[in-house]
């Protein structure tokens, strides 16, 4: 069984939406929202489906435009059986550095969510990995569950979060020809810090790139885990998907 640990499928990605569900028919996924106004779609998809699963949070591309309501309306959330996520939240300095302090605020925030209601904190971290450890390091429970989404960082600081008890998010970028860093990491460390994810519709992996990425294309990163390490697939398959159901706590 694969475990899709981060995908969006959303009316606005998919024309067909359901048909991509199928293509994972006896998998799961992890269906993660960005923005508040994703929760009822998610909620939908986990109500409807056996085997979607939903983390829900305020990424930081809305810190500058997010309310106390939008936060009142992820707490309510927080406490449905198949929520099992608080995320993807975090920091990302890419476009914009101004507004630092109010990503901070805005992560922060969300983290004592997720230590409030035993949530796994989902991670994204764009242009501003030393930020997010920092953070990570002095906000988070120590019993609070932590994944970093799509990580990008360093072997040394995929090190640092590894002993923060954080799992590592490997996606399609690892099957890219000229990634280096996510390679070096993948055959230094331990196979048992990483879970599978697509970030679907984004971030389509090898040799798809240039169509639409979808959640049944994480076997094509669990292959390429395979290749790099020389262990077999199927027990890539295996250890990730157990990894994922601890992280998550995954009720099957």
């Known amino acids: 069984m694969l475990i899709d640990t981060h995908c969006h499928i959303s009316d606005e990605d998919y024309e067909n939406k359901e048909e991509i569900i199928k293509h994972m028919e006896n998998n ?3 269906v993660s929202t960005a923005s508040p106004k994703d929760i009822k779609e998610v909620i939908d998809l986990c ?13 930081p591309e809305f810190a500058n435009t997010y309310t106390i309501d939008d936060l009142n309306k992820i707490e309510k959330y927080l406490t449905h059986s ?18 630092k302090e ?9 983290i004592k969510l ?16 030393e930020d997010t450890y920092n953070i990570i390091k002095q906000y988070k429970n120590k019993k609070t569950k932590c994944n970093m989404h799509c990580f990008s960082g360093s072997l040394e600081m995929a090190e640092r979060f590894v002993n923060l008890g954080v799992t590592l998010g490997i996606g399609g970028v690892l099957t890219f020809k000229n990634e280096k860093k996510l390679k070096e990491i993948v055959t230094t460390l331990d196979i048992h810090n990483f879970v599978l994810e697509t970030d679907s519709p984004y971030l389509t992996p090898e040799p798809l790139r240039g169509k639409k ?5 994480v076997q094509l990163v669990a292959a390429k885990i395979s290749q790099l ?23 099957l």
């Open 28 to 30: 799961i996924m992890i």
């Open 47 to 59: 109500e409807k489906h056996k085997n979607i699963y939903g983390t829900i949070g305020i990424h």
């Open 82 to 99: 198949k929520i099992v996520g608080i995320g993807e939240i975090g920091l990302d300095y890419h476009y914009t550095k101004e507004n």
């Open 102 to 110: 109010k990503q901070k605020e805005l992560f922060i925030k969300q």
């Open 114 to 129: 997720a230590d409030k209601y035993k949530k796994t904190i989902v991670i994204h971290s764009r242009d501003a990995i």
């Open 213 to 217: 990425n979808e959640p049944k294309n």
């Open 229 to 251: 390490t020389g262990i077999k697939y199927a027990k890539i398959v295996e250890i990730t998907s157990q990894t994922a159901i601890r992280q998550f706590d995954l009720k």
